[in-house]
């Protein structure tokens, strides 16, 4: 049987980020086969450009694009702490010598993790492929993603 592990990352948040690129890298370097589904804030992992940043086709977009700052400024989903929640966990994983949300990306790139973006999610955001980081494999739509994932686990995070 093949090891496969398929995470569907639909939050932003720096926490739930972390946990789905410590389980992604954790996998794959014991020889899984590892598939990530970007959709709707979990976008913001994927963005090219850094920061708060007008990205998308119309104004409503734009703004959206605007609040989806990146991994840099992504909040923590309880004590964010108006921003300063993920700069204390930051530390806090230096100081443990724990891979920070920043160098877990950067390992899952190296590991070669399947990064895949929602097609739906990008249409209503006014998203394109070209707003990513180039290691975005592919756009899909949810019935490519379940055939992709098939006969593996499957993670929603």
């Given at each position: 049987?093949?090891?496969?592990?398929?995470?569907?990352?639909?939050?932003?948040?720096?926490?739930?980020?972390?946990?789905?690129?410590?389980?992604?890298?954790g996998?794959?370097?014991?020889?899984?086969?590892?598939?990530?589904?970007?959709?709707?804030?979990?976008?913001?992992?994927?963005?090219?450009?850094?920061?708060?940043?007008?990205?998308?086709?119309?104004?409503l977009?734009?703004?959206f694009?605007?609040?989806?700052?990146?991994?840099?400024?992504?909040p923590?989903s309880?004590?964010?702490?108006?921003?300063?929640?993920?700069?204390v966990?930051?530390?806090?994983?230096?100081?443990?010598?724990?891979?920070?949300?920043?160098?877990?990306?950067?390992?899952?790139?190296?590991?070669?993790?399947?990064?895949?973006?929602?097609?739906?999610?990008?249409?209503?955001?006014?998203?394109?492929?070209?707003?990513?980081?180039?290691?975005?494999?592919?756009?899909?739509?949810?019935?490519?993603?379940l055939?992709?994932?098939?006969?593996?686990?499957?993670?929603?995070?």
């Amino acid at each position: 049987m093949e090891k496969k592990l398929s995470i569907i990352a639909f939050s932003g948040d720096f926490d739930k980020l972390t946990a789905v690129f410590t389980l992604a890298t954790g996998a794959a370097a014991v020889g899984y086969e590892v598939n990530l589904f970007f959709t709707f804030w979990g976008l913001d992992a994927l963005k090219k450009k850094q920061g708060r940043a007008f990205i998308g086709g119309n104004w409503l977009t734009r703004i959206f694009g605007f609040l989806m700052g990146g991994l840099n400024v992504a909040p923590n989903s309880r004590f964010n702490f108006l921003g300063i929640g993920p700069k204390v966990f930051r530390g806090l994983m230096r100081k443990n010598n724990v891979a920070t949300l920043e160098e877990l990306v950067e390992a899952a790139k190296a590991l070669g993790i399947n990064f895949y973006a929602c097609e739906m999610a990008m249409h209503v955001l006014g998203l394109s492929k070209d707003d990513f980081i180039p290691e975005v494999k592919d756009v899909l739509g949810v019935a490519s993603f379940l055939k992709l994932s098939d006969g593996g686990q499957t993670l929603f995070i």
